[in-house]
């Protein structure tokens, strides 16, 4: 199996969205706390230096929690329960996986 990376961009921000609609831009370093449409929370999402991670969820599984740090636009950190996407913005410059081959 061979894989092929690309370089990574730079992130200057991150965009939340919940059930496909944007609810919130993060442009400014900090930690962000995401709630439904009931007021219920969800998740803390962190920017900081460049990167953005979940710190916190109400989720069962944790998955967007142990994704980490994530510092290439191309990689959105997904939250299925909680119908949570986070994309991290900036210049994509072609980041991350381009390729798989058997």
Partial sequence: MSITFRSAGLVDGAQVYLKGKI??????????????????????VEYFNNAVRVNEATC??????????????????????????VKPTGNQNKAGVDLYTW
């Avoid at 609810?23 to 803390?44: A, P």
């Avoid at 142990?66 to 329960?81: A, D, E, K, L, R």
């Fill in 23 to 44: 609810i919130l831009e993060i442009r400014k370093e900090g930690t962000y706390s995401i709630y439904n449409e009931d007021g219920e929370f969800l998740m803390n």
């Fill in 60 to 85: 069962p599984d944790k998955i967007c929690e142990t994704t980490g740090w994530v510092s290439t636009p191309n990689q959105p950190i997904i939250c299925i329960p909680n119908k949570v996407v």
